[in-house]
């Protein structure tokens, strides 16, 4: 059993879609992988689909990892499961299907932690939220779990729902995909934000003092060099998140 309680006196190092340069991203084999290279957490996106279930993949659309060209959100899940997202990375791991949650949470338990990010463009989405939280009580994952979006209205409803039991943050970045007010993480202003998570090239001296002096913790993404890493060393960080967790597990930062 993990939980960020663990973690008081050291980062944290997330798996950014799992060990996705190993297996498929946001795949069972990805995730399965963090748990035999004791990476401790991972990052993962979550859309409620057609059917009413919760099913882990980054974009709004299957083209990029499936090349058949589908609206998540529009599809069931014997849909879903009907597509393949290891044909394009590895003739090995052809017929790797999108995951659950519950799947995902079936098999990492509670000995990893998950950083979720809700994936939705609604102000409201109660069905996904109400869902999310369900499926975090049902497994007992209160203590290994943060909730993170770019969009701050569903992390505040998620809170509310959740009775403000989880820490959650607002990610950010200087993108044009990201709403310009929302560039610079404004969007915590909007609920009872616990966690900063910028993309790492907004990231400074000044920056990371403004979020300690808000009592915030730190996590950026996607964090894969060690020019990133010189950034935060004794910067007292969260965690980061990493496209590379196997590389990052070796530098300065997470050094015993």
């Known amino acids: 059993m993990i939980s960020y309680y663990d973690f008081r006196d050291k980062p944290i190092l997330f798996a950014h879609r799992g060990m996705n340069s190993f297996a498929p991203e946001n795949s069972l084999p990805a995730f399965e992988l963090c748990l035999k290279n004791d990476i401790p957490a991972i990052e993962l996106d979550v859309h409620l689909i057609k059917s009413g279930e919760l099913v882990v993949i980054h974009d709004s659309a299957t083209k990029r990892v499936t090349n058949?060209?589908?609206?998540?959100?529009?599809?069931?899940?014997?849909?879903?499961?009907?597509?393949d997202i290891g044909k394009n990375f590895n003739k090995n791991f052809d017929k790797t299907q999108i995951p659950t949650l519950e799947e995902v949470f079936q098999l990492c338990s509670n000995n990893i932690l998950y950083d979720i990010e809700i994936k939705t463009n609604k102000l409201k989405n109660k069905e996904l939220t109400t869902?999310?939280?369900?499926?975090?009580?049902?497994?007992?994952?209160?203590?290994?779990?943060?909730?993170?979006?770019?969009?701050?209205?569903?992390?505040?409803?998620?809170?509310?729902?959740?009775?403000?039991?989880?820490?959650?943050?607002?990610?950010?970045?200087?993108?044009?995909?990201?709403?310009?007010?929302?560039?610079?993480?404004?969007?915590?202003?909007?609920?009872?934000?616990?966690?900063?998570?910028?993309?790492?090239?907004?990231?400074?001296?000044?920056?990371?003092?403004?979020?300690?002096?808000?009592?915030?913790?730190?996590?950026?993404?996607?964090?894969?060099?060690?020019?990133?890493?010189?950034?935060?060393?004794?910067?007292?960080?969260?965690?980061?998140?990493?496209?590379?967790?196997?590389?990052?597990?070796?530098?300065?930062?997470?050094?015993?």
């Open 131 to 256: 869902k999310l939280w369900d499926l975090i009580k049902k497994y007992k994952l209160e203590f290994n779990t943060i909730i993170t979006s770019f969009n701050p209205f569903v992390v505040r409803e998620f809170e509310q729902i959740s009775k403000h039991s989880l820490l959650e943050g607002i990610i950010f970045a200087n993108e044009k995909s990201v709403p310009l007010l929302l560039r610079k993480g404004l969007g915590s202003r909007f609920f009872q934000c616990n966690i900063m998570k910028p993309d790492i090239k907004l990231v400074n001296q000044t920056t990371l003092s403004r979020y300690r002096e808000r009592n915030l913790k730190i996590l950026p993404w996607c964090v894969d060099t060690e020019e990133h890493v010189d950034k935060l060393l004794n910067q007292n960080i969260f965690g980061i998140v990493s496209n590379v967790p196997e590389k990052m597990i070796q530098t300065e930062l997470f050094k015993n």
């Open 68 to 83: 058949e060209d589908y609206i998540v959100e529009n599809l069931t899940l014997s849909e879903v499961k009907k597509l």
